[in-house]
């Protein structure tokens, strides 16, 4: 595409950071209205390469073109006054405030409330987003938010749109919604350049796709023209391993819920009410619920992080309610929270340090009360080894790593310690197709070794994958599991919304 069929024109874009080279001489050109997909692996290079084109990040070498004048965005604000937008993963939003003024503080030159509130409505319903600009952000749904943030850039009125991975958060409805919005912003000649990991969203919505590879551009191609899997082989340049289901069978019941109830992490989070089930073993039980419904809140309960009513948790019968997370690992319980950094790992700790972490219950870390460095090291290395971790090493510090090396780092550490029970929240977040499909794998594989699994996620496909069960968390309230051979996307899509009148009706 040249002259004026091109409205972002990317030419030998380079950015080292010490011992990694994130983009090396990347081009590439996005036409107005074109839906444009970055694809890759994590750690390819595609957070960096938006950096740049938003302002964040400068590179070491190359030049940008927009709307046929140079580019070079030396901050966010720039590249919003030239045309540029960008929603990203992450809300930042502040819960006790409104929409309205959330939207207010991401602009340069805000007009009065009532009047940014009227416009806040005016551009939120022309696009089928509608908005309250008097609601409490807090009180909004993980959907909702990121229709504040999406309204936010478009009162900018972009001629390009940055979006990070925007369907993470949404139920299959609300995808739709997104991708009805997107298309429309298309036809009015807006560019929309978008990551994501789920492939099969960029067959059905992109134009064209540009696959990085270790910071190179190595193809691109039409997305529709492809399958999800062709996609992926480019994307990691190897052929991608399927699934295998094989070689299991539910045993006895190894962990009972009953009457489980639990007040919120935060102000603006869900309590628990009254969620009970029973998980065999050998088994995946898989959880669904957009964001903020009570995934954090379940979790904590189940580790042990936070304490519950006596009889509430039950391990092969025995009550373990009061104990906290080391005794449950020591019985066999073991789980992965979501945010990775800070939570599942400490950020400036090395990947041994880490390891010793939650793995010196189970596994011979220790010797005469003294860690055991050779042996810690050890387990570190077994980890890097089998969850094909990409680091120089262990001595690395877990921030160090890409999101989702590190999310393999974790799922790795917790599997290797052969759990009895094992509780994962957003197993595969930001993860590419290749290390989702190992990390998907081990579970299977897990599971097939007689131990009892709980998938909590927001990927439906993951769920609908490698799941037996399914039950639908919305507002603190777990659904009644269903086999979830027996369920359509549209009934999970119900049940997520809090339907479960519907599905309890049909057992």
Known sequence: ???????????????????????DGVSFSVAPGEVHALLGENGAGKSTLVKMIYGLVRPDQGTMRFRGAPYAPAEPRAARAAGV????????LFEALNVAENVALGMENPPPMRTLGQRIREVSQTYGLPLDPDRLVGDLSAGERQRVEIIRCLLQDP?????????????????????HTLRKLSSEGTAILYISHKLEEIRALCDHATILRGGRVVGSCIPREKTARELAEMMVGAELQLTDRAGRTAGEVALEVAGLSLAPLSPFGPSLKDVGFELRMGEILGIGGVAGNGQEELLAALSGERPTAPGTVMLGGADIAA???????????????EERLGHAAVPDMSLTENAILTGSVRKPLTKNGFIDMAAARGFADEIIRAFDVRTPGAHVAARALSGGNLQKYVIGREVLQEPRVLIVNQPTWGVDAAAAAAIRQ????????????IAISQDLDELLEISDR??????GRLSAPRETAALTLE?????????????????
């Not at 937008?85 to 930042?92: C, D, G, K, P, R």
């Not at 001629?159 to 991708?179: G, K, Y």
């Not at 104990?323 to 929270?337: D, V």
């Not at 009934?491 to 057992?507: D, F, P, S």
């Open 442 to 453: 081990a579970l299977l594989d897990l599971a097939a070794r007689g131990a009892a699994v």
């Open 85 to 92: 937008a960008m929603v990203f993963q992450h809300f930042s």
């Open 1 to 23: 595409m040249t002259g004026d069929e091109t409205l972002l024109a990317v030419d030998g874009l380079t950015k080292a950071y010490p011992g990694v080279v994130a983009n």
């Open 159 to 179: 001629r390009l749109l940055i979006m990070d991975e925007p369907t993470s958060v949404l139920t299959p409805q609300e995808v739709e919604i997104l991708f």
């Open 470 to 475: 399914f039950a639908a968390l919305n507002e």
């Open 491 to 507: 009934e999970i899509g119900l049940m997520l919304g809090g339907a479960h009148g519907m599905q309890e009706a049909a057992l």
């Open 323 to 337: 104990l906290g997370p080391n005794p449950r690992r020591a019985l066999g319980i073991l789980a992965a929270p």
